[in-house]
């Protein structure tokens, strides 16, 4: 009974946000003048219960048209996951047997994860590992009634590798349901397998693998004894290993990494930069345990040297900064989080030396914890017994970042900015021919964050800007070129206010953009390109309990995903409104984004 009513009462107070009473005016993009009027008194009866939508989803684009049908499927997970608490129980393992109707080669894999929360529950991390490789980082739902569900559909061609024998899945979600959050996800994943050809309109982020054709060996860098396999990273010097042996026919190498950023660190994005022995004044909260600023920077080494590094896209988890913008609608990545391909082919030469090598991952400034892992996807050549090849350039210049700070008190504006361009090159000598590869990498940086009227506003602006060219040589003569561009602007704004009774009541304004760019020239005849837009605006309140903990609020979530290669376009407009779906279009024409604003970039 005791839940039931507390129940009623979270569905009383989630009422009062539906319809949205205190829209906030839609004004030019710097102008961030709030309502502040007090939160609207409550209606004496909770009305009925509000119309919100039960199916979360994350709009993007489809991994298959729906005409094209699988060759076969086959579930591979049904379970409850009741309490799987992080450190005490294990997670769910289960045996995969490739499906014996339809043996590779396939043409492509789909992944589908398909659940439902009971009752309200928060938002939990989860993970699914092929024998210790990770293939999906995702969020469960910050579910605001009971009966949410959800699916995740991805591609996982890539891992094919891993499919092709009896192997062990494990899948990692840390629920952990109490007598207030007492909802318990119920979680089917279903593999389909498909032959022939398939339609090329999929270039989800998430397979953007540098090179088409998937690895022939995928070795885990994972903690192949924890009860997740990712390792759990707390700070900068905590660099986690793995040692594992090359074959010797490797001929090309890379290191895709999966990242996701909690605890201390939740907020790190917006995290202002001070001196350590002032805490994190405002009210406004939203920002790490310690002010170290908002740069965060996943690292790779191979025996300590450095070889590679992504800024990470910042996924905001569905309860992160406003619940309700992201109920129905997930936000970017937040179902799916990307994954980052480090290129390694340089330093082949040194991996295929006999020896075992150890590889290494942290996280530069980070706070605790992150949970992190990787895939070590090798390209073995079937005519050779052994390869050979060295590394013939390294600059890692050092990565110097601009710190500013100017405080007053809680008041006060700091910045960090920086960039860097790294440069490698080797050649592997197989049956192919004696090919040289030169990556150059360079990422920008910056974040800006502000705090003002004592500590009751802040504003955050951060934009991570990377490129990555990659050029493949034979006898001097250029056979390929790679370039992969990404863009990552965010922007927020809260305030902060009394809400009375120890409350308050916090509004944003929230925007994001995850933009990826990638281009290919393969030999003199194969070019292909495709860029994927996806951007999301959000607006609303919350009013935030003494205890830190959301009680009610509203939120209006707008989101544009566009696709586009040489042959195609996919856009698609999802306008929430107060945790209804106003709009949901789909469209194959790019001229519709043009008129919809989409297409500035
Ligand atoms: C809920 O939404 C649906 C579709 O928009 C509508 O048909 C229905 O009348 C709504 N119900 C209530 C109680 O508002
Ligand atoms: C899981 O699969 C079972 C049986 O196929 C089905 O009854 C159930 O509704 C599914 N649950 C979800 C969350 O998809
Ligand atoms: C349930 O868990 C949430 C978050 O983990 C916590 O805030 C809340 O106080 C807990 N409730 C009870 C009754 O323990
Ligand atoms: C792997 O997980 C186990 C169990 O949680 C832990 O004791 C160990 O330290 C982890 N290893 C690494 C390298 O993180
Ligand atoms: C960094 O993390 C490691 C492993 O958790 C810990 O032993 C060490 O004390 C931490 N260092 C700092 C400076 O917090
Ligand atoms: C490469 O590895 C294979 C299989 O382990 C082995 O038979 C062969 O001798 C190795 N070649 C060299 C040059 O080490
Ligand atoms: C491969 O090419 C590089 C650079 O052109 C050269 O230094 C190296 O000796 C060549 N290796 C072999 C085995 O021919």
Same mark, same amino acid.
């Given at each position: ?413 700091? &910045?960090? *900015? $920086?960039? /860097?361009?790294?440069?490698?090159? @080797?050649? %592997?000598?197989?049956?192919? #021919? ?102 999301? &605006?959000? *607006? $609303?309140? /919350?009013?935030?309990?003494?205890? @830190?903990? %959301?009680?009610?609020?509203? #939120? ?46």
């Amino acid at each position: 009974m005791e839940s039931h009513r507390r129940h009623l009462l979270f569905l009383f107070l989630l009422s009062l946000a539906f319809p949205s009473t205190s829209t906030i005016p839609r004004s030019s993009e710097n102008d961030y003048s709030f309502d502040t009027s007090p939160p609207p008194s409550p209606p004496p009866r909770p009305p009925v219960q509000p119309n919100t939508s039960l199916e979360y989803m994350d709009p993007t684009l489809p991994p298959l048209l729906p005409a094209q049908n699988p060759q076969c499927s086959l579930q591979i997970l049904q379970r409850d996951f009741a309490a799987i608490a992080a450190s005490s129980s294990p997670p769910a393992f289960f045996t995969y047997t490739p499906p014996a109707n339809c043996p590779s080669p396939w043409s492509r894999v789909i992944l589908e994860l398909s659940a439902t929360a009971s009752d309200i529950q928060k938002d939990r991390i989860a993970a699914i590992w092929i024998a210790g490789a990770e293939i999906l980082r995702t969020s469960t739902p910050f579910s605001l009634s009971p009966g949410v569900f959800w699916r995740v559909r991805k591609d996982i061609t890539r891992y094919t590798a891993l499919l092709r024998r009896p192997t062990r899945f494990s899948i990692m979600l840390e629920n952990n349901p109490n007598a207030t959050l007492t909802g318990i996800y119920s979680v089917n994943v279903s593999l389909h397998f498909y032959r022939g050809a398939v339609n090329r309109l999929n270039s989800h982020p998430i397979i953007r693998g540098l090179y088409r054709e998937p690895a022939d060996l995928i070795i885990p860098i994972s903690n192949m004894t924890g009860p997740g396999c990712w390792f759990r990273v707390t700070n900068e010097t905590d660099v986690r290993t793995r040692t594992v042996l090359i074959p010797n026919n490797t001929y090309r190498a890379v290191l895709e990494v999966y990242v996701s950023n909690h605890g201390d660190d939740q907020y790190w994005y917006a995290n202002p930069l001070r001196s350590n022995d002032v805490g994190v004044a405002g009210a406004s909260g939203l920002a790490s345990r310690k002010p170290n600023g908002g740069f965060r920077q996943v690292v790779a080494t191979i025996d300590g040297q450095y070889v590679g590094s992504a800024v990470p896209f910042p996924v905001i988890s569905p309860g992160s900064v406003n619940p309700f913008f992201w109920a129905p609608v997930a936000a970017i990545g937040a179902y799916d989080h990307p994954s980052y391909d480090l290129e390694l082919t340089p330093f082949v030469g040194k991996l295929i030396d006999g020896k075992p090598h150890e590889f290494g991952l942290t996280v530069k400034e980070s706070q605790p914890y992150w949970l992190v892992d990787a895939n070590l996807h090798l390209w073995l050549d079937a005519w050779s017994d052994a390869v050979e090849g060295a590394l013939v350039r390294y600059k890692v210049p050092p990565l110097h970042l601009g710190r500013q700070a100017d405080w007053k008190n809680a008041d006060g504006k700091s &910045e960090m *900015e $920086g960039q /860097v361009i790294i440069r490698f090159s @080797g050649w %592997v000598s197989s049956s192919a #021919g004696n090919v040289t590869t030169s990556v150059r990498h360079k990422f920008k940086f910056k974040s800006h964050v502000e705090v003002e009227e004592k500590g009751e506003m802040k504003s955050v602006d951060m934009e991570t800007k990377a490129r990555t060219n990659l050029r493949i040589e034979k006898d001097h003569v250029v056979i390929g070129r790679v370039v992969v561009e990404t863009e990552a602007p965010l922007n927020l704004v809260t305030v902060t206010s009394n809400g009375g009774g120890g409350t308050r009541i916090r509004k944003t304004k929230f925007f994001h953009e995850m933009m990826e760019a990638r281009s290919a020239t393969e030999g003199k005849t194969e070019d292909w390109f495709n860029t994927i837009t996806d951007r999301q &605006e959000s *607006e $609303g309140s /919350v009013l935030v309990g003494e205890d @830190g903990e %959301v009680v009610w609020g509203s #939120g209006d979530t707008k989101s544009i995903y566009k696709f586009r290669d040489d042959k195609k376009c996919y856009l698609r407009t999802v306008n929430m409104v107060g945790g209804k779906l106003e709009e949901d279009e789909e469209s194959s024409s790019c001229a519709a984004a043009a008129l919809s604003g989409a297409m500035e970039s």
